[in-house]
């Protein structure tokens, strides 16, 4: 089977994220404070292939090593913090107006054959089939203050961002963030779901399942 053609044009800027209908909402929908502090642990594993090892997911996929982590935002600035030459180029101010859902995603190519995925087909989903996806690069570029469009933030989202088609060779490792909308309030549980992931031209989707907690503000 080969690869279905990645889908070209985009999903437009960061404008269009926030009127997604029936998807969720990077502003309408998100928790707001009064809500509390939104938290995502993974449910238990219910797939052979699957186990859950403290915050994370670990699965293989066809063969790969496939490790998927929800980061909080003190787990999103000790991600740039441990990366020399890097910045969080998500200012404090994104966490209390439009907090995004932030996943750190781990490849590990330990077969014989090409691994190919594509962020733009990854989606996540909750427990009333409402579907989101992704931020482009050029949706997180075009929502960040003009002033820190260029230099170490830019470098930085270039750097660790999830947004273009990957091809690993095979003992290829890469890991990057996929970053999407804030959550709806409702939201009980949330799956990651690699709709386009490939192993040598043979389709291996992955499914990633979290459950929602709310807890209260400190």
Known sequence: MTPPVRRKGGRGRLARAFVFVGVLSFTSCASSPKDGVVVLRPSPARQPTHQVVGESIIASLGGAAVTVQWLSPPGVDRFYAGRIGLVNPFPKETWKDAPPTVFLVQFR????????????LTFLVDQRGRRGVPLSFEEVYMGKPEAERSGPALRSLQATLFSRY????????????LVFPGIDPEAKVLLLEFASFFIGGKSAPGHFEFQVLHQPTQ
């Open 109 to 120: 190519n330990q077969t014989s054959e090409d691994l190919q995925f594509d962020p733009a």
């Open 166 to 177: 990957l091809v690993l060779p095979p003992g290829g490792q890469r890991e990057a963030l």
